[in-house]
């Protein structure tokens, strides 16, 4: 079964307005990435996560690996229209292969 | 510059056809993956690879199969396709540590099965 849980499927914002997606796992995870995948094209890796309680940032992305390195979220403050796209998940349980979100779909109202 | 490259990118087949999707990238990784993009299920690995000689099977390797004889190219056959293998098919590769580093994606292969 699917070891890496993504939500929400699909979230529509205005321009402007914060998005936050959340991961769950079930297992501890030893290690965490995040991807976006623009529409027809594929994954481009984001950030990786590795520390209990960890947070990222790059520019306006925010990530987080909760405590328990079982959860992780990724939330864009102010979004824009270049945020279009679907950010996926991707966590391994032993630093080798990974399994990935469902994914969540954002799309951006100008 | 060192890239990753899918080919063909589209393919049309018939249902009990033997069918490989070619994976080559030039960043020398010795990691490689295959993966299958659906609506609703993300990626799922179907093989994956961390050397020349050495396959393991993913969350859904039923009807695939892949060989690793160099470095750059892992191909992914399918067996006999069916119509539940129509879907996205990506290949990625990273490079080797002791922790798993980024996956670089190929741009896809879209593979219809009539």
């Known amino acids: 079964g699917q070891q890496v849980m993504q939500i929400p499927q699909y979230q529509h914002v205005q321009e402007g307005e914060d998005f936050t997606t959340y991961c769950n796992s079930s297992t501890t995870l030893s290690n965490i990435q995040w991807y976006k995948q623009r529409p027809g094209g594929h994954p481009v890796f984001l950030i990786q996560l590795v520390k209990s309680g960890e947070v990222k940032k790059q520019k306006r992305l925010t990530f987080q690996f909760g405590e328990a390195k079982k959860n992780s979220s990724l939330h864009i403050t102010a979004t824009q229209t270049t945020d279009v796209g679907t950010y996926f998940c991707?966590?391994?349980?032993?630093?080798?292969?990974?399994?990935f979100g469902s994914g969540t779909k954002l799309n951006v109202k100008p | 510059d060192a890239e990753i490259t899918q080919s063909p990118r589209h393919k049309i087949t018939e249902t009990g056809r033997q069918v490989t999707l070619a994976c080559h990238q030039t960043w020398n990784h010795n990691n490689m993956f295959w993966y299958r993009q659906d609506l609703g299920h993300g990626l799922r690995l179907i093989h994956y690879?961390?050397?020349?000689?050495?396959?393991n099977k993913g969350e859904v390797s039923d009807g695939y199969s892949v060989s690793r004889s160099n470095t750059e190219d892992l191909p992914l056959t399918l067996e006999s396709a069916a119509s539940s293998q129509t879907s996205v098919y990506f290949c990625a590769s990273s490079d080797s540590g002791v922790q798993q580093e980024t996956q670089y994606f190929g741009p896809g292969t879209r593979l219809l099965v009539l």
């Open positions: 690879s961390y050397g020349v000689q050495d396959t």
């Open positions: 991707a966590g391994s349980l032993n630093f080798n292969k990974f399994y």
